[in-house]
Nanobody
Framework: QVQPVESGGGLVQAGGSLRLSCAAS????????VRWYRQAPGQKREFVAS???????AYADSMKGRFTISRDNAKNTVYLQLNSLKPEDTAVYYC??????WGQGIQVTVSS
């Protein structure tokens, strides 16, 4: 199974931006759907965004217009651009590729 590795998290002030990356090896990753989820402390893991192998995207309603998912298949990497961040976006963000495992997660902390 595909094992992704997330990177790019950190601490940012409200209104700031971050770009998360999800990298994995193999054609299964580059040709299939990859999803981002997040889990805030004490909350259930929730869907953030997805991108198909062909580049079609979908977003949770609360993230539309602020977050952008994209992929670079030559680099076997999926990106999640986080803009206009709010303190309530603070969470561990996870990548989940189709036919794959959860990544280890990456912390995003937004200060007010």
């Amino acid at each position: 199974q595909v094992q992704p590795v997330e990177s790019g998290g950190g601490l940012v002030q409200a209104g700031g931006s971050l770009r998360l990356s999800c990298a994995a090896s193999g054609s299964m990753f580059s040709t299939n759907t990859v999803r981002w989820y997040r889990q805030a402390p004490g909350q259930k893991r929730e869907f953030v965004a997805s991108i198909t192998g062909g580049g079609s995207t979908a977003y949770a309603d609360s993230m539309k217009g602020r977050f952008t998912i994209s992929r670079d298949n030559a680099k076997n990497t999926v990106y999640l651009q986080l803009n206009s961040l709010k303190p309530e976006d603070t969470a561990v963000y996870y990548c989940l590729p189709a036919y794959g495992n959860w990544g280890q997660g990456i912390q995003v902390t937004v200060s007010s």
